[in-house]
């Protein structure tokens, strides 16, 4: 069974439509699919991520179900309650979902997807299914479109294959099969109306929001005594009433329709169309050989749709609403010579297959795909839901209860590190550990250490943050996928006074953007906070070896910071603060890791599941955290140890066989 997800989003016309009619599309052509739509900026992400859980905790149990099973959920998801905050957030979102549910092939119908995936998958280097994407505009094509890479384009027409092309786009990858209309439009038998000399002339006329002043324009419509019209006012029941009055007298001539779902049928039996250009009507209409006279624009994004109109000799475009009789008067006069011209070009460009020709696109795409199973070692870990208890339930009775092993005082060359942020996630990948938060110091500019500091270039300079955060974004999804080892982003704030009494060290752990340097402790705690990631003393206390330099603030300043901190280092590299432990203060131990002999030190282990959300409750709660003196070799905990990379393994074998070889040799 072949695992279809396609993506869309609400925003103008178009999208939806084209993803909704691949689907049925896909749904006709093959019975070995499965098809979702998915619009994820339909959906918070809080709701979403808890969904995504649910529907993986689902996965254990009724792992046939899954599919379907996870997009029903997401159908629930409210539109009311959206509140997405950037793309950050979309992204991960778009990840937990892939990861949940790896589709063989992913089809975008809105342009924001492509760079997501880019992102997420280094420029599709390791990419383990085909992305399609959807051109829903013709020829004014938003460069979002094609500015991050897919494995197919799919365009409506060659006006818009030539801009993809023009714009760097390889010619092989582009594929001018159509715009995705209904199937129905491909039906046998399927016929656009025919015109009959001095036969009645039937318009449909598709009447918008804003342009409900048309009444004049109809009348002087009627007084063409060939002419039928069959009018749509969408969701309006009150213009419906009004217009079904005014022209209560042509009966039999003037049909008043509300909302309808059967624009297909009435394109194709209608012999004009007249409304706007949207991205989906125009297609429609295209599809159905009904010629189109255009009489509003959104400018932007429907003005290559009524371009699109003009430059194939489709239709035309009226200035003015009030220029459409004129139109209507010359395309039927002399024996209808411009509009037999117009239906002459629908027929040439017309592709009203061209979903079931994408269709069968991308089944082809699902059997390249190079699937999932190479792309994770393991199995999406099970998150556990917020308000779970912190200690994950035994699944059955092999599992060993397991604790995390964790690092979450680490320094990379950003500031006085030896190891860049990429030689620090492969040194503490192949040691086991789950979860590591790199925190690299950020001096206070207004404190004397902290200009001294930036003048020796061993801190964070503020206009490094950025691609400091830049850079741990890329690492993390390296490490999650090479070792299943989470990389938490962090900051170690520096607030350094000229005594001990008056410096202070902070950790933010798990940040989600970079804060000030120049702010107060309980203002930096506040946005930390406010941004999910934890605060937490360094150092707090006494170095009984000689290495640091004591920073005793928030430890002299208890009362204030205790209630305000989320936990304090109970150990730091060798030092243990005794202290922090008889006031019961909540702990963690790190390693403050600037070189690789610091691997040996203290470590925190926590029993929760593998997720930033889980580990920071753990540490907030403070229960079921232990730490421990991390020595390589036999004293790793169990669930590390199992956990071997398949790189490093492979590695092994490669060597055991090359020296068996040798052994058979008689070497
Ligand atoms: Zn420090
Ligand atoms: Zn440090």
């Given at each position: 069974m072949k695992k279809v997800l396609i993506l869309t989003a609400g925003?103008?016309?178009g999208h939806n439509a084209a993803a909704r009619n691949l689907r049925d599309a896909l749904e006709l052509v093959s019975d070995d699919v499965q098809v979702e739509v998915l619009d994820?900026?339909?959906?918070?992400y809080g709701r979403l991520n808890t969904l995504v859980k649910q529907a993986h905790l689902g996965v254990v149990r009724y792992a046939p179900t899954l599919w379907r099973g996870i997009f029903s959920l997401l159908d629930h998801v409210s539109v009311a309650d959206s509140g997405l905050t950037g793309l950050t957030r979309l992204r991960t979102a778009l990840g937990d979902v892939l990861r949940v549910t790896q589709p063989d092939c992913v089809v975008s119908?809105?342009?924001?997807?492509a760079p997501l995936i880019k992102e997420l998958f280094r420029d599709h280097s390791e990419k383990p299914f085909r992305f399609v994407t959807i051109?829903?505009?013709?020829?004014?094509?938003?460069a979002a479109w094609h500015r991050a890479p897919s494995d197919a384009f799919v365009v409506a027409n060659r006006p818009t294959a030539t801009v993809l092309h023009h714009a760097g786009?390889?010619?092989?990858?582009?594929?001018?099969?159509?715009?995705?209309?209904?199937?129905q439009f491909a039906a046998p038998g399927i016929m656009p109306c025919p015109l009959e000399n001095d036969g009645p002339v039937k318009l449909l006329y598709v009447i918008n929001h804003?342009?409900?002043?048309?009444g004049k324009v109809l009348d002087r419509l009627l007084e063409n005594e060939r002419v039928h019209l069959t009018i749509t006012t969408g969701r309006d029941a009150e213009l419906k009433a009004e217009l079904q009055d005014r022209f209560r007298a042509f009966d039999g001539r003037v049909q008043v329709l509300g909302w309808t779902n059967q624009m297909p049928a009435l394109m194709l039996s209608h012999h004009v169309l007249i409304g706007k250009a949207g991205g989906a009507v125009v297609q429609e209409a295209i599809a159905a050989r009904c010629p189109m006279i255009i009489n509003q624009i959104i400018p932007g994004q429907e003005t290559g749709n009524a371009q699109l109109i003009q430059q194939l000799g489709l239709g035309l475009v009226a200035?003015?609403?009030?220029?459409v009789p004129g139109i209507v008067e010359d395309a039927f006069a002399k024996k209808a010579r411009l509009w037999h011209e117009w239906r002459a070009n629908l027929l040439k460009h017309s592709h009203p297959d061209a979903a079931l020709r994408i269709a069968e696109l991308i089944l082809k795409q699902c059997v390249d795909a190079g699937g999932w199973s190479k792309f994770a070692p393991q199995p999406v870990q099970a998150l556990p839901d917020?308000?779970?208890?912190a200690v994950p339930t035994?699944?059955?009775?092999?599992?060993a209860r397991r604790s995390l092993l964790c690092d979450f005082h680490i320094h990379s060359n950003?500031?006085?590190?030896?190891?860049?942020v990429p030689e620090l996630v492969d040194f503490y990948g192949p040691r086991g550990f789950d979860c590591i938060c790199i925190t690299d110091h950020l001096a206070d500019p207004r404190r004397v250490i902290g200009k001294l500091s930036k003048l020796s270039n061993l801190v964070l300079a503020e206009s490094q943050l950025e691609e400091y955060f830049e850079v741990l974004d890329r690492e993390r999804r390296r490490a999650w996928r090479k070792y299943g080892m989470l990389v938490l982003s962090g900051i170690e704030f520096n607030k350094d006074g000229l005594t001990k009494k008056s410096s202070a060290h902070l950790l933010g752990i798990d940040m989600q953007m970079p804060i000030a340097s120049a702010l107060d402790l309980p203002e930096t705690i506040a946005q930390l906070h406010a941004q999910g990631a934890l605060a937490v003393a360094s150092h707090p206390h006494v170095f009984k070896s000689e290495w640091g330099k004591n920073t005793l603030y928030l430890w002299e300043n208890q009362d204030e910071f205790a209630p305000l901190?989320?936990?304090?280092?109970?150990?730091?590299r060798n030092d243990i603060f005794a202290p922090v432990g008889l006031k019961r203060l909540p702990f963690i131990a790190n390693s403050?890791?600037?070189?690789?002999?610091?691997?040996y030190s203290w470590k925190t282990l926590l029993q929760?599941?593998?997720d930033p959300e889980a580990i920071k409750t753990c540490i907030r709660r403070n229960e079921h955290v232990s730490i421990t003196l991390y020595r390589e070799g036999?004293?790793?905990?169990m669930a590390s140890r199992e956990k071997r990379p398949a790189a490093e393994f492979k590695l092994a074998r490669e060597t055991d066989l090359a020296a068996g070889r040798l052994l058979a040799a008689g070497a």
């Open positions: 925003f103008g016309e994820l900026f339909e959906s918070t119908t809105y342009p924001a997807y051109v829903t505009d013709s020829i004014s094509v938003n786009v390889p010619a092989e990858r582009i594929h001018p099969l159509g715009f995705p209309v209904s199937p804003g342009k409900k002043k048309c200035d003015r609403n009030r220029e917020a308000s779970a208890p035994i699944v059955d009775g092999t599992a950003y500031s006085d590190g030896s190891l860049t901190l989320d936990a304090w280092e109970i150990a730091n403050d890791f600037h070189k690789p002999k610091h691997i929760c599941e593998k036999g004293l790793l905990p």
